[in-house]
């Protein structure tokens, strides 16, 4: 086993009671680039949710491993101190706290693992040379380091606080959740080129999408489609390409049996 590995292996997933994912399996390489696609309601963001511990998705069977660890039952923050990163659809706002005292925070508890609350902090001098770089690399005024973490914020100023935030963790794997959606189209071409800037070969990414755009300065080395719970197909960088010329329809005739499982998740999410 590659010791700088995440790997999913034979996944089963329920929210509520609902069984979602139903025997996933992936692995990916620090350093590569993987694809997450498929029709809303597929299952996407319940895989990158259940990959961070997130206690609303119950693990039912199989297990999650990061560099040969299983952390299938670790709590959410001890998988973020070994390397685990989650940029979110829908960040939440957190009023009164400034995003430069919160990255500080979170830099310190992933950096020494063993620190506890109220202990020392990455000392400030280091930590504001090291934020004002990577600010000065995704093109990013000073000030906005000083407002309160989303609050207030438009859709791509939370995208892009997400990635400076990818940026001073430095992970070793990222799980980037839509990034581009809601976005107009220079908003994701930056976001797309912050992301390959900052993250280039050093992580891991799984980047969750259906949206050609976030791809252009990210190729992938591997393309996963989730269809109805299940990974139907895996390829490479023209899996994507195709999806994005042709859609989902001829996947569904080629998976009559995943495209009913995706009809079934679809209704219980109107319900």
Same mark, same amino acid.
């Given at each position: 086993? @590659?010791?700088?590995? %995440?790997?999913?292996?034979? !996944?089963?997933?329920?929210?509520?009671?609902?069984?979602?994912?139903?025997?996933?399996?992936?692995?990916?390489r620090r350093g590569e680039i993987h694809a997450l696609m498929g029709p809303n309601g597929s299952g996407k963001t319940t895989l990158g949710l259940a990959i961070?511990?997130?206690? /609303? #998705?119950?693990? &039912?069977?199989?297990?999650?491993? !990061?560099?040969?660890?299983?952390? &299938?039952?670790?709590?959410?923050?001890?998988?973020?101190?070994?390397?685990?990163?989650?940029?979110?659809? /829908?960040?939440?706002?957190?009023?009164?706290? +400034? %995003?430069?005292?919160?990255?500080?925070?979170?830099?310190? @508890?992933?950096?020494?693992?063993?620190?506890?609350?109220?202990?020392?902090?990455?000392?400030?001098?280091?930590?504001?040379?090291? =934020?004002?770089?990577?600010?000065? %690399?995704?093109?990013?005024?000073?000030?906005?380091? $000083? /407002? #309160?973490? @989303?609050?207030?914020?438009?859709?791509?100023?939370?995208?892009?606080?997400?990635?400076?935030?990818?940026?001073?963790?430095?992970?070793?794997?990222?799980?980037?959740?839509? &990034?581009?959606?809601? !976005?107009?189209?220079?908003?994701? +071409? !930056?976001?797309?080129?912050?992301?390959?800037?900052?993250?280039? /070969?050093?992580?891991? %990414?799984?980047?969750?999408?259906?949206? *050609?755009?976030?791809?252009?300065? @990210?190729?992938?080395?591997?393309?996963?489609?989730?269809?109805?719970? $299940?990974?139907?197909? &895996?390829?490479?960088?023209? =899996?994507?390409?195709?999806?994005?010329?042709?859609? #989902?329809?001829?996947?569904? *005739?080629k998976y009559p049996d995943a495209a009913a499982e995706e009809a079934t998740l679809a209704g219980e999410t109107k319900k």
């Amino acid at each position: 086993m @590659n010791p700088e590995t %995440l790997s999913v292996i034979d !996944l089963h997933v329920s929210v509520e009671g609902k069984p979602i994912l139903k025997g996933v399996q992936l692995t990916i390489r620090r350093g590569e680039i993987h694809a997450l696609m498929g029709p809303n309601g597929s299952g996407k963001t319940t895989l990158g949710l259940a990959i961070m511990g997130h206690p /609303r #998705y119950e693990v &039912t069977q199989g297990r999650i491993e !990061l560099d040969g660890e299983d952390i &299938t039952h670790l709590a959410p923050h001890e998988r973020a101190r070994r390397g685990l990163f989650m940029a979110f659809q /829908r960040p939440v706002a957190i009023p009164g706290v +400034r %995003l430069a005292d919160f990255l500080r925070h979170a830099v310190s @508890n992933v950096r020494n693992p063993a620190r506890k609350e109220g202990e020392e902090l990455v000392p400030m001098r280091e930590f504001r040379k090291e =934020l004002k770089e990577k600010m000065d %690399l995704l093109r990013m005024d000073g000030e906005f380091a $000083r /407002r #309160y973490v @989303n609050d207030g914020f438009s859709g791509g100023e939370m995208k892009r606080a997400e990635i400076l935030q990818m940026a001073m963790l430095r992970p070793k794997f990222a799980i980037l959740d839509e &990034t581009d959606s809601g !976005l107009d189209v220079d908003a994701v +071409r !930056l976001a797309s080129q912050s992301i390959a800037e900052i993250g280039g /070969r050093q992580m891991g %990414l799984l980047i969750i999408t259906h949206h *050609e755009r976030l791809l252009e300065h @990210n190729p992938p080395d591997v393309t996963h489609v989730l269809l109805g719970g $299940r990974i139907v197909e &895996t390829g490479g960088p023209e =899996l994507a390409d195709r999806l994005h010329r042709e859609g #989902y329809d001829q996947l569904r *005739e080629k998976y009559p049996d995943a495209a009913a499982e995706e009809a079934t998740l679809a209704g219980e999410t109107k319900k």
